[in-house]
């Protein structure tokens, strides 16, 4: 026999690691695109400003993919941020990853 589904009538709070891992992801996609319009407005050579700012959205991304994983321990909370956090995080320090890549090849 099928099972119901089971309802909550009490609201757990977010996690407050995931909701910093998702704010972290979100300056790092900031940067990320900061970084891209310095390049392309140089042509390529936008020099040590656009370096130091992908540098810094590369910490940022890998520090947010790590408070995102570090909150899924934390007690009673909900893991939404949590899920939501290290995701961004992931696919942020992926693009990051790709651009870096595509420059050393």
Known sequence: MRKGRKYRFYEKPQSQGGRFALILAGISAALFLVSV???????????????????????????????????????????GFSIVGTMAGGLVMLGWLTIFLMGIG
């Open 37 to 79: 319009a310095f390049s392309f407005r140089a042509g390529g050579n936008a020099g040590v400003s656009a370096g130091a700012t992908a540098l810094i959205g590369m910490l940022l991304s890998v520090c947010s993919f790590l408070f995102g994983v570090r909150s899924f321990k934390e007690k009673d909370t909900a893991p």
